[in-house]
Structures are given as C-alpha cells and as structure tokens.
T-cell receptor, first 114, second 111 residues
C-alpha cells in the first residue's frame, strides 16, 4: 500500500512551457485534491474531484487543468507555466468528501518556473 | 471561502519549554482538524475535533475546541527537537465541501 504518490519530485520549467504533475493513490479513495503551498500562505486548494469523471475548481484554479478518468489517478496540468506558479504542489486524497475525512497527502512536487 | 486565521506565524522555543498555537474563525465550525508538516515533508493528519469544548490529548500534545466552535488551540508540553515543523489547522470552507487550511505556525526548537 503506497498511499499517495506524486511525480516528479522536482521540476524546473521555462515560462510558457507546459507539463503534467502526476498523482496516484491506491487506497480506493473517492475524493482527491491538489494544493499549492507558498511561504506564509498555507495550503491553497487548486482543484478537486469527488469521483471519477467529476472535477471542480478550488480557491486558485487559474492556469491549471485537471481530469479524473480513473479513481486512482488525478493529474494536474500546467498549460503555460508562469513564474507565479513556482510553488510546492501537494496532492491529497480521502475516503469521501471533506471536511470530516482525514486527508492523506503525497510527498509533493517542487516546481520552479524561470 | 472560509477564513481560518492562525497565530503566531513563527515560534522559537528552547527545548523543554511549552508551545501553543491558536486557530480562529469568524464563523462557527462544524469540526476542525490539525496537521503537522516536518521541514521538507508533507502534511500529516494529527487529530480532528468535533464537539464544543472538546479536549483531546496525544502524549505531550493537547488539542482544544472552543465552546463556541470558533477557535481551537494546540499546546505542546516540554517541547522536543522532534516537535519541529509547521502546524496547520483546517476547517470546512463556506460550502462545507472542502478543507480550508490556516496559514500555519512554524515551530523551531532550540536544543
């Protein structure tokens, strides 16, 4: 049982490049989400999904796309990277919809956009 | 979305001293969760409080939920170097569909 896995661990992009951050969980969790963490700003919700085929926007969705074709996977796409997207990205999952469910976080992806 | 304010932002303590972080909301919360994030790591769930006035303990950690369910605190007795990290509280957002995280309190323990 690997829990929540994320790839890559580190990434450097140039402004305008696109990329996909991968997230997978093997706990059969229905709810998955993406957060970004910036110094002094805590964790901010980007997008979330309550099940396969269902996604919705969080607090800071601009510049990001998501899809949920399977229960296990929830990739985050940066369409055209900007320096403001330099951050640490965490994927999280839970058995069902928050807020009373324990969130299990992946190890994070550290992204630098030049 | 729901605003959950957390203070202080930083705290430096000598090993063996106590530490407290506070979480405040302008609205009543149905529940509150606490997470710990070690330096370079990811947030890890610590505990959830649901009842008004609830107090829960985990070894040297004491968690409280206010009577009005608008505030919460985490108190660590006799800090150790293993307590180093950032402590986050999280409550329901306005639609109660997601968690809204506080800005966190970063604890440094000086040996």
């Amino acid at each position: 049982n690997a829990g929540v896995t994320q790839t890559p661990k580190f990434q450097v992009l140039k402004t305008g490049q696109s990329m996909t951050l991968q997230c997978a969980q093997d706990m059969n969790h229905e709810y998955m989400s993406w957060y970004r963490q910036d110094p002094g700003m805590g964790l901010r919700l980007i997008h979330y999904s309550v099940g396969a085929g269902i996604t919705d926007q969080g607090e800071v969705p601009n510049g990001y796309n998501v899809s949920r074709s399977t229960t296990e996977d929830f990739p985050l796409r940066l369409l055209s990277a900007a320096p403001s997207q330099t951050s640490v990205y965490f994927c999280a999952s839970s058995y069902s919809r928050p807020p009373r469910e324990t969130q299990y976080f992946g190890p994070g992806t550290r992204l630098l956009v030049l | 979305g729901q605003q959950v304010m957390q203070i202080p932002q930083y705290q430096h303590v000598q090993e063996g001293e106590d530490f407290t972080t506070y979480c405040n909301s302008s609205t009543t919360l149905s529940n509150i969760q606490w997470y710990k994030q070690r330096p370079g790591g990811h947030p890890v769930f610590l505990i959830q409080l649901v009842k008004s006035g609830e107090v829960k303990k985990q070894k040297r950690l004491t968690f409280q939920f206010g009577e009005a369910k608008k505030n919460s605190s985490l108190h660590i007795t006799a800090t150790q170097t293993t307590d180093v990290g950032t402590y986050f509280c999280a409550g329901p957002d306005t639609g109660a569909n997601n968690l809204f995280f506080g800005t966190g309190t970063r604890l440094t323990v000086i040996p």
